[in-house]
Nanobody
């Protein structure tokens, strides 16, 4: 199970931190990631992190603004989002990969958590 939290409303330029608590599987055997889906758009990759946290991957629009991390002792993955823009508005999904290594390919995701809404507006 993947339980995401931390979404909400924020003004442009603001920050949010999403958390995802995992349970029911061996957390440190899997890469983890975040995808998002904006209204009227397809679901897209945001960020991924390998099983031990030593390698991260970001989609170009969020590079330098978002940071993914994980705490294997607490079975939790985080997404720190800074300098938020209105175009970041979306439902954000915590994901588990079927591999220790992440990718931007949604086909590598074998479990999707319920999303958390992030709204960026003034």
């Amino acid at each position: 199970q993947l339980q995401a939290s931390g979404g909400g409303w924020v003004q442009p330029g603001g920050s949010l931190r999403l958390s995802c608590a995992a349970s029911g599987f061996t957390f440190n055997s899997h890469a983890m990631g975040w995808f998002r889906q904006a209204p009227g758009k397809e679901r897209e990759f945001v960020a991924g992190i390998n099983w031990n946290g030593d390698t991260t991957l970001y989609d170009d629009p969020v590079k330098g603004r978002f940071s993914i991390s994980r705490n294997n002792a607490e079975n939790t993955v985080y997404l720190r989002m800074d300098t938020l823009k209105p175009e970041d508005t979306a439902v954000y999904y915590c994901t588990r990969y079927n591999s220790p290594y992440s990718s931007a390919y949604s086909g590598s995701v074998d479990y999707w958590g319920k999303g958390t809404q992030v709204t960026v507006s003034s």
